[in-house]
């Protein structure tokens, strides 16, 4: 079954290009974070010495990832990726939800700084121009 997941990402991704093809003007005006719906969801992007960030945490989860030995803060509901390269969950001890940011209703895409996501009622799922990324929700997250 994973390996059925794994395969069905990229097609997900291949399946937003006309999204994204007609989003592409826009793609820097964007505002530099949103909110889901449920606003369970936050992400925020940075631009740290012209490095391209996007982080996104999840605020309630119903699956537990274990917390690795050298981590002694928060583990496994942020995760961050540069605009190039994969994805990571992220030991934290901060947010990036801030309740003034606009939603992102459920069909619409975000785009900024090389970074695509998609707001469902599934969940969001944001990747980078590598189509490295992750996909958010209650009771699964990923990284692919």
């Known amino acids: 079954m994973r390996l059925n997941i794994v395969l069905a990402l990229p097609l997900i991704v291949l399946a937003w290009l006309p999204l994204i093809a007609s989003g592409a003007a826009n793609a820097q005006s964007g505002p530099p974070g949103f909110l889901s719906p449920s606003k369970n969801i936050a992400c925020a992007y940075f631009d740290y010495d012209k490095q391209n960030t996007l982080r996104c945490d999840i605020m309630e989860a119903t699956v537990t990832v274990r917390r690795p030995a050298d981590c002694d803060l928060e583990w496994g509901k942020a995760f961050e ?64």
Request: proline letters at 3%; aromatic letters at 10%.
């Open 81 to 144: 990726m540069n605009a190039k390269g994969g994805a990571v969950r992220l030991c934290y001890g901060d947010t990036v939800m801030d309740p003034k940011m606009p939603v992102l209703a459920y069909g619409e895409v975000w785009q900024r700084g090389g970074f695509t996501c998609k707001s469902e009622q599934a969940g969001v799922t944001c990747f980078n121009a590598d189509r490295r990324g992750f996909s958010l929700a209650r009771a699964k997250q990923e990284l692919f």
